[in-house]
Every structure is written in C-alpha cells, then in structure tokens.
C-alpha cells in the first residue's frame, strides 16, 4: 500500500504527466462545451457502387474555436474513455437521422444510404437500440437507409450482447458494416453470426495494394471471404484510378475515397456528381500537346 502512495505522489509531480493530465482534462471540458455550443458537424463521405453513389459515410467534425479543426482521431479515443462518447454519439445520431429525413425530400438525394459510425463503447449502453429507434423516428427518417458501421473491438466481449442487439435493430431494416476490417481480433466463427450487411477493407491495406504482395493478398482474400458470407465488400481509401481498377478486377465493386471525394459539409455533398467517371490516363496524356 505504501508503495502504491508513494507511485501516485511520483506521478503527480512528475511535470510533464502533469501537463498531459492537463491537457486531457481541458480537452474533455471542451467537448462538453463544444457539444453545447454547436460546434460539432458531420461531413460526408460518397461511396460508390459500380460508378454510382448509393450511399455515403458520415465523419464527425469539431471546429473548435481556438485550436481550429481538431481531427477524430485525437478526440473519438479521448471521449471513448472519458464517457464523453455517449453524449456525442448520440449528437451525431441524431444529426444523422436529420440529414436522411432531409435527404428523403429532395428527389436527387432520396436514394442515399448513410453510414454512421458506433464506438464500442457507445453501443454497449444499456438503451442503445431505443436511443437508435428514437433519433430515427423523431427526425422521420427510414431506418433501412441508415447502416452502423461497427470495429472488431466490440466482438471483445460480450458477444451475445452485441449479436442481440445488432439482431433487435436488423428487425427494424437498420444495416450494419464492420469497419476497419483485418485490424482487429474478430474470429470468423463470430463473422459468421453477427448479422452484417458490409466488410469494409481497411485503408491500410487499399493504400499499397498495388505494391505490398501482402496487402494485396489480404484484399483479396477479405474479398473472397466477405463474398462467400453473403456479404458486401466495400474498400476504404480508394486514392488512385489504378487501386479502383484493382479492387474491381478482384470483384470488389464498391469503394469510397479521396479518388472521388473527401468528406465534405453536407451543402458540399448535395452538389457533387452522383457517378463516378474514369479518368482515362493515357487520355489524359494525349489531351497535353507534345512539343
Ligand atoms: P473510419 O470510420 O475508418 O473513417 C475513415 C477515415 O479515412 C476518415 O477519417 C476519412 O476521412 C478518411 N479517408 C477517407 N477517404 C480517404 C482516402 O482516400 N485516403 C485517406 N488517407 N483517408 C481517407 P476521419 O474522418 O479523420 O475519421 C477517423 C476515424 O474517426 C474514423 O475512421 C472513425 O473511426 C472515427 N470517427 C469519425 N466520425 C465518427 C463518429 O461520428 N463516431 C465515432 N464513434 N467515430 C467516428
Ligand atoms: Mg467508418
Ligand atoms: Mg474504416
Ligand atoms: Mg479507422
């Protein structure tokens, strides 16, 4: 027990965990606070589907008034351990909902899937399914336009929970994508009960699958897998022509990327193309005059 004081005083006046502890702390009143202040935003992501946008993602984006943007990737982990998660993921359901019900009035954008993506944590609240269902009839939105997009993280534990729900909300037409896949722990035993719409490739693998033998062969093989499963396979990333033509030449028909588009404010989105064209590069070429 001694000891154990003794490493907690150690800790506490150590300067630079102090300044960490700090920072931390600030960042975590700032999500509340920016959570308050309307400062959050959902940007969409189009996905394609043999060169048409079915559906897109939505990423969450915090405008923070003096440090500027600040990038999920540092405030998603720190709100998954703070708890903060659970108010902000239900912000951005909600948001969510809103934009499909909106979407669903204008006959160009009526057709949309959107994708949302769930943190472990947040999913394995008591009152998640509910939370679900109440964001999606409160804004008037269909739920079979809306998928969760899910990480292996939630198969850690708990399975038979997670199943239960995923299973609950399936009833209802809700989707479901596992995100992120092949960088996590899943089993196959468990891939093959959860009852899932989508496998999403990656980006680690999809940005060298051109030049990484191993990359490539793990596309293809989350290809062949997802396919036998019955289910879609959708490769995130997606930067150049020649990684799409890849994919596509190893049957995965679905991709999202900066190739088409990065994530953009939902007036963006409602002004981009809704197909993807080819850029024929040897076209391309030709078209600069040779001198
Ligand atoms: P993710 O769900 O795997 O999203 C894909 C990330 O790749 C996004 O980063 C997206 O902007 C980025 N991306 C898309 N296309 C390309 C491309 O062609 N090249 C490259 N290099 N990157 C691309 P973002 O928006 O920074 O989000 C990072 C992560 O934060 C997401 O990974 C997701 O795990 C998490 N996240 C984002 N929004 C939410 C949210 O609303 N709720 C939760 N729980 N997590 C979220
Ligand atoms: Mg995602
Ligand atoms: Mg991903
Ligand atoms: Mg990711």
Known sequence: QAKATGRNALELYDPQLQAVVRARAKLASDIRAGLADGQFE?????????????????LLRWRHPCDGYISPAVFIPLAEETGLILPLG??????????????ARQPRLAHLTLAVNVSPRQF????????????????????????????????????????????ELKAHGVGFALDDFGTGYSSLSYLKRLPLDQLKIDQSFV?????????????????????????????????????????????????QGYLLSPPVSAERFATLPLTYTAH?????????PAD
């Open 42 to 58: 959902l940007f969409y992501q189009p996905q394609v589907e043999e060169c048409s946008v079915r559906s897109c993602e939505a």
């Open 90 to 103: 239900e912000w951005v359901l909600q948001a969510a909902c809103k934009q499909l019900a909106s979407w």
């Open 124 to 167: 394995r609240q008591a009152g998640f399914v509910a939370q679900v269902l109440a964001a999606l009839a409160n804004a008037g939105a269909q739920p079979h336009r809306l998928k969760l997009e899910l990480t292996e993280g939630l198969l850690l534990d708990n399975v038979e929970d997670t199943i239960e729900k995923m299973e």
């Open 207 to 255: 940005r060298d699958v051109l030049t990484d033998a191993n990359d490539a062969a793990i596309a293809r093989t989350i290809v062949a897998l997802g396919t036998s499963l019955g289910l879609q396979v959708i490769a995130e990333g997606v930067e150049t022509e020649e990684q799409r033509q890849f994919l596509l030449a190893h049957n995965c028909h679905a991709w």
């Open 280 to 288: 024929n590069q040897t076209d391309a070429q030709a078209d600069i």
